[in-house]
């Protein structure tokens, strides 16, 4: 997978979208420090122990490095950055029951536009599955040879601990 680059200058959020979404009880924002550990959970539970980790040290910052999508006090997925390295954007994801709807769009395009407030000009998507969906959403470009990338090195950790 390769990794993406978005310029933040350029960036449009879907504005009327993320009012509809109001208007359904969709609501964008930051975890609570209370939350923190429930979300981490979450994210273990339905995804993966390095995507738990990275949750973990993006929303025990502070401010928190990313949103969360709620509806009626249910978690929808959440969105994050600065979490394997500085400028790197990700991991996101929504729940299965709820994809389609548009949530993930909007995670990305608000997290990034957070991103943008916090000082940063560019992004990185890192590891792209989709690179289609990162092109449209957001305008990302493929950066040549970023294959493996930052992971390249990475720990290949057993279930066992072994």
């Known amino acids: 997978m390769t990794d993406m680059l978005v310029r933040l200058y350029d960036l ?10 109001q208007q359904q009880g969709i609501h964008y924002r930051q975890p609570l420090g209370s939350e923190v550990d429930w979300i981490v959970q979450w994210v273990g539970d339905r ?5 738990r980790s990275e949750v973990a040290i993006a929303f025990t910052q502070r401010p928190p490095r990313g949103l969360i999508a709620v509806q009626e006090g249910e978690l929808l997925g959440f969105a994050c950055y600065d979490a394997a390295a500085l400028g790197l954007f990700g991991p996101m994801a929504v729940a299965e029951p ?12 608000l997290t990034l536009a957070q991103m943008r407030s916090a000082g940063y000009g560019y992004a990185v998507i890192g590891w792209v599955a ?17 294959r493996p990338g930052l992971w390249q090195t990475a720990l290949r950790i057993s279930r066992s601990g072994s």
Not at 12 to 21: F, G
Not at 47 to 51: E, K, P, V, Y
């Open 130 to 146: 989709s690179e289609a969906f990162y092109a449209k959403t957001v305008g990302a470009m493929p950066i040549p040879d970023s």
């Open 98 to 109: 709820h994809r389609g709807r548009g949530i993930g769009r909007l995670l990305l395009q």
């Open 47 to 51: 995804f993966s122990a390095g995507w």
């Open 12 to 21: 449009a959020v879907d504005w009327p979208a993320v009012m509809a979404h």
